[in-house]
């Protein structure tokens, strides 16, 4: 039961930087398993964006009629001068057929979509490392198990697993980042989290140069995955859960080592975390949470729309306006490298905003620049300005998606973390999976699908306004402490178990 009161903060909390005082802010335990994070968002990139490789376009003469790319075409004859075997010519995805290829990424996307709450919610309730590990074996074997089945619907099944495990991969390797570094370092940390993901998308096109055939291309990216095995090792539970669902002896263990490697002194932890689990103790009891408390009360479940649709909007924009500008002519190497490094940009212009602008307000403006470049698209003539428009909305849904990663982790409390990201995600396939349906709306009128794209960020940057500013705040703890977060109490709130 939440008490009446007329302030606007959050409850009191218990000192919940008694992890990082006993562990110390980011010293060389945090930057190893950051970096061995990190790692995992290279093939996560690898495995999103390789349909612009498996799948590219492709010329035909179809030798019925000797003539090219008409339809309907029963033998058709492939122009194997680019790419020596593609899906395409694989299974002959045209005419008729041609939509299987799209489907076949939109059930990709889906695997995501589901791998995301399914393993965030896992972590939740089971803890980060197995659940974790979990998602790092299923991408492994999938991954490579994809390069050598020979039938399309098998191809596409498994493609779907590999994308679960990339969506569980996503959401729980972020979270133990963030439960690892200190508060300040978060800003940071979120925004290298995406880095990785830009040079693996930066890395995509040199692989797919050096592998012309869509099942070695295949095979190239999903073999060194299995460096991830290594987390098996490597990286532990976070102790902040383990305090969370008060299983303080793993929890006292895992500091002491991380204290250890750091340098820093292990006499008092043990007296240190009975404190903290005194402190929370004379607060509420601690229980395990999941997705259906995000529901249960107002301020929690508002926060949870709005974060979901800003997820939404901003995978919507990334994905659908990357592949806007990746359907214009010219070497398919050179322009998805070119994408992927004005992504990179974008992510390192996020490192500074972090650090002088509050999330909610980066969050509205880049929503609302976003949305005014995109619109521009209907009125400004086809050439090197509406180039520049597009990348302009490429740059700020980025940049939105970085900050999203670190407002979702801020905004909501440990036990239901793993979960609201997980949904949030889930929502950001929602996004990727309608874009491409956008972009085939060109054909009923070309101003449609700029007013598509643009209609969404500018309601997402409307609808952040209900949202409170985390920047500065300590991780909450309870679902008590999420629910009173940056809104006046003015009525009592129970929050049932």
Known sequence: MLKSSNTTNQAPTPPQDVIHKITGDCGKYQLLLCMLIFLSKIPIAHHQMAIIFLAPKVSYLCLDTNTYNTCPCSSPMYDDSVFTNTMIMEWDLICMRRWMASFSQTLFQLGVLIGSPLFGMAADRFGRKNPLLGAVVLQVSMGIVTAVVHEFWPFVFIRFLVGMSVGGTMVIGFVICMEFVATKHREMTAALYQLPFNLGHLTLPLFSYLFRDFRELQLAISVPTVVLLSYFIFIPDTPRWLLAVRRTDKAVKILTRVAQVNGRPTENIQSEVESYQAAIAKQTPIRKGNVLDLLRTPNLRKNLICMSFNWLTCSYCFYGVSQYVGQLDGNVFINVAASACVSFFGTLLSIPLLRVMGRRTIVIVFNFICAVCLLMLTVVPQGVWSIVCAIVGVVTSFIIFVVVYLY????????????????????????????????DTEIEAGWLPPVLFATLPFIAGCITFWLPETKGCELMTTLEEGENFGKPISHDVNIKG
């Open 408 to 439: 979702c982790s801020e905004l909501f409390p440990t036990v239901v973390r793993n979960a609201a990201l997980g949904t949030s995600s889930m929502m950001a396939r929602v996004g990727s999976m309608i874009a491409p349906f956008i972009i």
